[in-house]
Nanobody, 123 residues
Framework: VQLQASGGGLVQTGGSLRLSCVAS????????MAWFRQAPGKEREFVAA????????YYADSVKGRFTISRANAKNTVYLQMNSLKPEDTAVYYC?????????????????WGQGTQVTVSS
């Protein structure tokens, strides 16, 4: 599975962005999809995930209520709508995918990774 993330950019505090992750090589309908992010000097952290089995969505506390993960299986694409952005959201955002079970909050669970897209929120 190849994952291609896009949609990052520079936005002011309080602004919005929508990230997209297009998968190729395999349908995402049976993949749990997730977004992680990594800020300079920090470890990669979980942002959001959506299970293929029942569509359940999970969020990090820091983004709950502001970010929404969704999927369009017909387009083989997963999205991350980010609203009310804050400077602390600045990071490279990565999409990830896994076909089997596992702890969705842990980066080690995921088999496939995209290349990342930069999100910068100015104050």
């Amino acid at each position: 599975v190849q994952l291609q993330a896009s949609g990052g950019g520079l936005v002011q505090t309080g602004g919005s962005l929508r990230l997209s992750c297009v998968a190729s090589g395999r349908t995402i309908s049976r993949l749990t999809m997730a977004w992680f992010r990594q800020a300079p000097g920090k470890e990669r952290e979980f942002v959001a995930a959506i299970r293929w089995s029942d569509g359940s969505a999970y969020y990090a506390d820091s983004v709950k209520g502001r970010f929404t993960i969704s999927r369009a299986n017909a387009k083989n694409t997963v999205y991350l709508q980010m609203n009310s952005l804050k400077p602390e959201d600045t990071a490279v955002y990565y999409c990830a995918a896994v076909g089997g079970p596992g702890g969705i909050y842990w980066s080690s669970t995921y088999d496939y990774w995209g290349q990342g897209t930069q999100v910068t929120v100015s104050s």
